[in-house]
């Protein structure tokens, strides 16, 4: 199976359990690999034939800014769903971190994977 790698997209949104976490945008930092056969894109090179990695990057800022989740979890769970709703996506990565959460740590966050059978 071919992958798509959408790598370090920096959202800006509330996540967060804490009060403070609320009333904030902070950086969130998104990872997406999707897994999809891209023969007959590579064969036709046509758009049509393609996982539009601009739209789905698109889909995911937009949910990722606007979705004020309280866990990483649940925002890697939503934006897993969006990559599996685009045609010809069969299975998804997504990393999703908050940059600088944790005091000496570069970022802390959750990786999923998810497939369209589940």
Avoid at 26 to 52: G, H, K, M, P, Y
Avoid at 54 to 66: G, I, Q, Y
Wanted: aromatic share 4%.
């Amino acid at each position: 199976m071919d992958k798509i790698i959408i790598k370090d997209l920096l959202a800006r949104g509330v996540i967060g359990v804490n009060a403070w976490e609320r009333e904030i945008r902070q950086d969130i930092l998104i990872n997406i690999e999707v897994f999809t056969d891209t023969r007959r894109a590579a064969e036709t090179d046509s758009i049509e034939d393609c996982v539009s990695y601009s739209d789905l990057a698109r889909k995911v800022l937009a949910h990722a800014e606007s979705a004020a989740r309280f866990t990483v979890e649940a925002l890697a769970n939503d934006l897993a769903k969006i990559c599996l709703a685009e045609k010809g996506v069969q299975h998804v990565m997504v990393r999703v971190e908050k940059p600088g959460a944790v005091r000496f740590a570069k970022s802390v966050g959750v990786e999923i994977e998810r497939s369209r059978e589940e």
